[in-house]
């Protein structure tokens, strides 16, 4: 398993992982992931934040991409990350890479100084709940708004129900 940066050569392949994913998208929005949707992810950033905290990540078993990482760093503040999206393949599900890759990234961003990352997950969706709950985060109720800034990006009106997740990385 390797976790590497997110090419343009690999656009076609997030986009099958997009398409498989249709549960995630389902229980985000009500609707399946729309082929634009991949291209939207580097241009999908908060307000206040600049595109190079934005890091795209791929994780990669051989020459198959299966899963994706999107996180916005140093946001929303100095000592903090803040993830998107957390993808894994459903037929990648349930082996650990997941779970391998999330502990991986949060040791990094411990060691770069990072007191908390955060995550947002859809009120519901148990296998995005039960993942960020085994990783030790907190699931807050979901954020009232229709529309605003909720972990890395902008959340769009038909994102209903969706709850920030936060894990310290350091006592409070």
């Avoid at 991986?104 to 960020?132: D, N, Q, S």
Wanted: aromatic share 6%; hydrophobic share 40%.
């Amino acid at each position: 398993m390797t976790v590497r940066e997110m090419r343009p050569e690999d656009e076609p392949a997030v986009a099958a992982l997009f398409a498989a994913c249709e549960d995630y998208f389902v229980a985000a929005t009500g609707n399946p992931a729309l082929p634009g949707d991949v291209q939207s992810l580097y241009y999908a950033l908060p307000e206040g934040a600049d595109f190079d905290q934005k890091r795209l990540l791929v994780m990669c078993r051989g020459a198959d991409v299966v899963g994706l990482v999107d996180v916005v760093d140093r946001h929303p503040d100095v000592e903090s990350c803040a993830v998107g999206a957390f993808l894994v393949a459903p037929e990648a599900r349930r082996e650990g890479i997941g779970s391998g890759v999330a502990r991986r990234l949060i040791a990094e961003a411990a060691g770069r100084g990072m007191r908390r990352v955060t995550a947002t997950v859809p009120r519901g969706w148990e296998p995005g709940l039960g993942f960020l709950r085994s990783l030790g985060f907190e699931i807050g109720a979901p954020e009232s708004e229709a529309e605003g800034t909720v972990g890395n990006r902008t959340r769009h009106p038909e994102e209903t129900g969706l709850c920030t997740a936060r894990l310290w990385l350091v006592d409070r």
